[in-house]
């Protein structure tokens, strides 16, 4: 985001696939020219003057396709079957790969044309067109460690050191970068998508486009938008999301990389979007008065997690709600029992006040109202400066510049990148208007679409190009009940790599109009 200079540049070098070692690199802005063994006024030896044009021609034409192919690879948004996307994937009703919502912006659906499918959670597989591909066809166990890494940082280079120290923790091979392509050409191999694992200078990394389904980004995606709409009150649409995201947890991330230390960080990360997950669904059911769906999601979860004690307050709400005050008092000094001999400690304010008006005999519906039911820090408001837990931590972990606004345009929240893009200290920018930080200067036109999508409520898209910072930003709108989410992304090599599309695109119909014509004259 903080690139300065006098005009963006395009990224030097892209990998594409190559047979032999795994990659090979090509520069996106090699100019197209002629085989320099052939100039243009120079025919080849034994040849005559027209057969020399005729090989230059088809020179000219290999070298635009190359190029083509290349800048084609590089497109962030490069899909097989389909036009170019940026989305992530989500998954319907059911927890299935179906109408899909981007894994940056949650709740964005967009269609579907996944080709092959990852699991992460729970055992490691992976579906091509609906059939399982078989384990043993990725060659080896690093070779499968490989593409996860790569995959939980989908989009994202991961330098070569690093996948290095991940692969060989007991010490590196003699030659690792060799290594590391003869794994990467498995990979590839494997999955029937060469251009799935791109390579460059510094590392590797995974194509993030719409070829792929993976079920940790849906499972997060669907996970935050529920939090998000019922911190916003609507606690149907907050029910049917947490329901499709637990339909997609099948075990602990990376569940055959268990003491990976490259794993832990993930796995601790979605272990709490988990009981997250669990906890939302238990509080939205209660809201809607389904009590005893409220009970089976909180139970799971305190079976999970013993000492969690949101999860025991839920559940003591849920079983009153349904009916079971008795459960609810057994509950609660079962619970001041484990507290006193585990920690020392006696049941938080909130669980003592609830078994008060238990005893007391208040009715089921005083107790387990919405006003009680939503957890501490979303009771004021869907977005602001006392996000807490995964969402915040998720904003802070990604690469792309994030802000949350208030209803009035001020902003309440914004991320590391978020600041440096605006050219300030997170101090410096929470609290002020939008607009005077995103001025008309800054970003042309989008403060007046990040308005309008705030006024009327409906998401919305903006791309445009950021002269302080010298890219092309896109932003994602994504309005809560009491405020709007505004992600912005650094996609300047993207329209770099599109502007050499077409001009290798108008190079190569340039050679073919040439090569037709030398063939006619012949």
């Known amino acids: 985001m903080g690139r300065t200079g006098e005009t963006p540049a395009a990224p030097a070098t892209v990998g594409v696939p190559h047979a032999g070692d795994g990659a090979v690199s090509c520069r996106l802005d090699s100019p197209l020219i002629p085989n320099p063994a052939r100039p243009l006024d120079a025919a080849p030896e034994g040849s005559g003057p027209e057969s020399g044009r005729v090989q230059l021609a088809v020179d000219q034409l290999h070298l635009a396709a190359t190029d083509l192919r290349c800048a084609g690879a590089a497109l962030p948004g490069r899909c097989s079957g389909g036009s170019p996307s940026r989305n992530g994937h989500g998954s319907d009703a059911a927890g299935r790969p179906g109408a899909v919502a981007d894994r940056r912006f949650p709740g964005l659906a967009l269609p579907r044309s996944a080709s092959i499918e990852f699991c992460l959670l729970g055992r490691f597989r992976t579906r091509r067109a609906g059939r399982e591909i078989a384990s043993n066809a990725f060659g080896g166990r690093r070779v499968r460690q490989l593409v996860q890494i790569l995959l939980r940082e989908r989009g ?18 003699a030659d ?25 200078r510094g590392g590797y990394v995974f194509a993030d486009d719409n070829r792929c389904w993976v079920d940790a980004e849906s499972f997060a995606a669907d996970a935050e938008r529920g939090r998000i709409l019922l911190a916003s009150g609507n606690a149907d649409g907050a029910l049917r999301s947490y329901r499709s995201a637990l339909a997609l947890w099948e075990g602990e991330p990376f569940a055959d990389d268990l003491y990976e230390e490259w794993a832990q960080g993930h796995r601790r990360l979605f272990a709490r979007l988990y009981e997250e997950s669990l906890a939302g669904a238990a509080r939205a059911a209660l809201q809607l008065g389904q009590a005893t769906v409220a009970v089976h999601f909180a139970r799971i979860l305190t079976e999970r ?15 009153t709600g349904a009916c079971d005050p008795a459960a609810a008092i057994e509950l609660f000094h079962g619970w001041r029992k484990v507290l006193a001999d585990e920690l020392g400690l006696d049941p938080c304010a ?28 979303t009771r004021h408001a869907a977005f602001g400066p006392e996000m807490l837990g995964p969402t915040r931590e998720i904003l802070e972990w990604i690469s792309d510049a994030a802000f949350v606004l208030d209803p009035e345009g001020r902003v309440l929240y914004v991320n590391r990148r978020g600041a440096e893009l605006a050219g300030h200290t997170a101090n410096g920018v929470v609290g002020r208007p939008f607009r005077a930080i995103c001025t008309e200067e800054r970003l042309p036109g989008f403060c007046d679409c990040a308005e309008a999508a705030l006024r009327e409520g409906a998401p919305g898209h903006f791309r445009g190009f950021c002269p302080p910072v010298n890219a092309w930003l896109d932003a994602a709108l994504y309005p809560g009940g009491r405020g709007l989410l505004v992600v912005l992304r650094d996609v300047t090599q993207q329209v770099l790599a599109e502007e050499q599309v077409h001009r290798a695109l108008a190079e190569v119909e340039a050679s073919r109009s040439e090569l037709e014509c030398l063939t006619a004259r012949e």
């Open 156 to 173: 994202r280079l991961v330098p070569r050191d690093v996948l290095v120290d991940a692969l060989w923790p007991e010490g590196e091979p």
């Open 176 to 200: 690792p970068g060799a290594n590391l392509a003869v794994l990467a050409s498995r990979a590839r191999h494997a999955l029937g998508e060469a251009s799935l694992i791109l390579a460059s």
């Open 305 to 319: 997690v013993p000492l969690h004690e949101e999860g025991q307050v839920v559940l003591m709400r849920a079983l």
């Open 350 to 377: 909130e669980m003592s006040d609830l078994y008060q008006r238990i005893v007391a005999g208040e009715s089921a519906s005083g107790l387990i109202g919405p006003e009680v039911c939503a957890p501490q820090e």
